[in-house]
């Protein structure tokens, strides 16, 4: 008896198809284009609509995935803070053990960072300032869920500066850490007004210096 050999068809059923199975889920391409839009045109000026749309899916399965667009915004607000920790730890690890350096490595990188951002022609690469701090700008105060998650971001950012000012020495580490906050806060919205990076933001590196200077002198 001659062995039985199985159709090219049914060969085919068997396979699993690997452009489904490699396929997003829903859910991670709502809060895919849900970033790009609130980065680029704001949490309030973004609805539902036009996120299932983009995303290329539609309002049920939006609210399969996210009960609320409040619970959209937190877990937006969630991970922009998680991509800033990540590139904070990366700028920092090589200068482990000199504190001084790390603050300026933060502070070059936030130019070099505005720089590159302003060169970007279109989409979320363009630069828009601090996600968290235009978040914040539209938040009700009301909403302390998300008014929270801005909060404690801005003063881990506060806490983690002042530990820097203090473990380099700083006569005064909560008044250094605060001001190199403000400048690093500030660079974020001059590279909006001032086009090409013709402003103030290029002038960041040298007042961090001088700031540090002056407390460590």
């Known amino acids: ?30 809060l895919e284009t849900a970033c790009e839009l609130f980065y680029r045109h704001g949490i309030r000026a973004v609805g539902v609509d036009a ?11 939006f609210y399969r995935s996210f009960p609320s667009k409040d619970d959209l915004v937190a877990e937006y607000l969630t991970d922009q803070e998680g991509e800033y920790w990540k590139w904070w730890d990366e700028v920092i690890a090589p200068y482990a053990g000199d504190p001084r350096r790390q603050a300026e490595a933060l502070i070059e990188s936030v130019v070099d960072l505005a720089r590159h951002k302003m060169k ?6 363009t630069s828009r ?7 914040c700008v539209e938040i009700p105060e009301d909403n302390q869920r998300l008014g929270d998650i801005v909060h404690k971001y801005k003063n881990e950012i506060r806490r983690r500066l002042r530990k820097l000012a203090r473990e380099m020495g700083a006569r005064e580490p909560e008044v250094l850490g605060d001001a190199l906050m ?14 090409g990076n013709t402003g103030p933001v290029s002038a960041i590196p040298k007042a961090a210096r001088a700031l540090m200077e002056a407390h460590l002198g």
């Open 129 to 135: 300032g601090c996600a968290l701090g235009n978040a």
């Open 1 to 30: 008896m001659s062995a039985k050999v199985a159709s090219p068809d049914a060969a085919k059923l068997s396979r699993p198809e690997p452009a489904i199975a490699d396929r997003p889920r829903v859910r991670d391409r709502i």
């Open 120 to 125: 970007e022609a279109s989409g979320c690469k």
């Open 182 to 195: 403000l400048l690093i806060e500030g660079s974020y919205y001059t590279r909006l007004t001032f086009p």
């Open 51 to 61: 996120i299932a749309s983009e995303a290329g899916t539609n309002k049920m399965s």
